[in-house]
């Protein structure tokens, strides 16, 4: 079994930054690739970022580019969100996923086998 834990979240202005880490523990686990969805209220979750775990191909929703970057530190199976010049519509409920196996896309969430409990970011304007 494998726990992902979320931190970093909190309550912020539009145009500041944050930034989010998921750690994964566990025993004997692999990973292939790590993501962060997000979900706000009354809305489906959706793809936000991901990094695979080897090599470090990252990926990341449109809407994201340029102003959200992940990364991960292999040696502390830790993988991090920094959310840059953020906006109240940023405002939801952000999730870490891991795959613990190949899978041929990372943008879809019912391709990850173990999900945190989600940390909450709040932008206001």
């Known amino acids: 079994q494998v726990q992902l834990v979320e931190s970093g979240g909190g309550l912020v202005q539009a145009g500041d930054s944050l930034r989010l880490s998921c750690a994964a523990s566990?025993?004997?686990?692999?990973?292939?690739?790590m993501g962060w969805f997000r979900q706000a209220p009354g809305k489906e979750r959706e793809f936000v970022a991901a990094i695979t775990w080897s090599v470090g191909i990252t990926s990341y929703a449109d809407s994201m580019k340029g102003r959200f970057t992940i990364s991960r530190d292999k040696a502390k199976n830790t993988m991090y969100l920094h959310m840059n010049s953020l906006k109240p519509e940023d405002t939801a409920r952000y999730y870490c996923?891991?795959?613990?196996?190949?899978?041929?896309?990372?943008?879809?969430?019912?391709?990850?086998?173990?999900w945190g409990q989600g940390t909450q970011v709040t932008v206001s304007s």
């Open positions: 566990g025993r004997s686990f692999s990973i292939y690739a």
């Open positions: 996923a891991l795959q613990s196996s190949f899978r041929a896309r990372q943008t879809n969430a019912g391709d990850y086998n173990y």
